[in-house]
Structure formats: C-alpha cells, structure tokens
C-alpha cells in the first residue's frame, strides 16, 4: 500500500499580505481531480477551464484593469446563473477554498447558507453599511441588517 506524500505547507499571516502565488494552486487540482477540461490558445495568456457538466467556467486573464479569475456558472431549474470574480493580489489559497468548496462531491446542497455570513461575522465587511450582494441578471440588490 502507497502511503499518500504529505506537504507541508506555511501561510503567510495575515493573509492579506500573501499576495497572489502560484495559480497552479488552483487550476492543477480542478483539472487533474475533478475533471475539469482546459481550452488552449498559445497566443493568448490565459487559462480557461470548464466544469465536466460544462456549467462552470474558470477564466484566469492577466488584466492590469479587472478581476485576473473569473468563475461563472450557468443557470439552474432552481437557482439562477452566478459569477465571482478575484483581483489578481487574491491569494491563491483563498481562491483554491472556493473552488475546493464548489467541487466537494460531499456538498450538501439544501445547506446552503448566506455567502456573507462568515465575512460579517469575522468583521470584514463593515464597510458596508449595511452589506449587500448584487445578484447577476436579476438586478436586485439583497440587504442584510
């Protein structure tokens, strides 16, 4: 029996200093694990990445004026089409968190739970006043007091 290679693995904190690492965190894992199949274009810097069902769609585009990772997912019987979008200082890590979380085959999906409930209660949006999420295509704006 193999014994599975253990990495060792140090974070830099606060995360916010880590800046954006290797991308490799990410699509490696998506592609090799969970099927993911690539596109490929060599005059194009990019990665674009597609969900075996073909619904999502990962896109990592250099650009010095918007989101570098992009993840959107096609609409759903019962939910509507989403995106989420990282700037390119987004560490990896938390970007690999993500997607880790969309691709758990353990998932449950009537468990779903508030996406700012975890931001709000650590404290990290109180910018906002009061939070708010814009949900794509539907053009309506969800407040949370």
């Known amino acids: 029996m193999t014994v599975p290679e253990t990495v060792d ?5 606060p995360r916010h200093l880590a800046g954006g690492g290797d991308p490799a965190w990410v699509t490696v894992p998506l592609h090799r694990a ?16 597609s969900s075996p069902d073909q619904k999502a769609l990962l896109r990592l585009e250099p650009d010095p004026d918007g989101q570098w990772w992009t993840l959107t ?3 759903e019987p019962d939910r509507p089409a989403w995106y989420a979008s990282f700037g390119a200082r987004t560490p990896v890590e938390i970007i690999a968190a993500f997607t880790d979380a969309l691709t758990d085959p353990t998932a ?3 468990n779903a739970r508030d996406p700012l409930e975890p931001l709000l209660r650590a404290g990290l949006v109180t910018g906002l006043q009061p939070p ?7 053009h309506r704006t969800r407040r949370h007091t």
Do not use: K, N, Q, T
């Open 132 to 138: 708010s999420v814009r949900l794509p295509r539907r």
């Open 108 to 110: 449950d999906p009537s």
């Open 73 to 75: 997912h096609a609409p």
């Open 34 to 49: 969970c099927g993911w199949s690539y596109g490929h274009d060599p005059l194009m810097p990019r990665v674009i990445l």
């Open 9 to 13: 693995v140090e974070f830099v904190a």
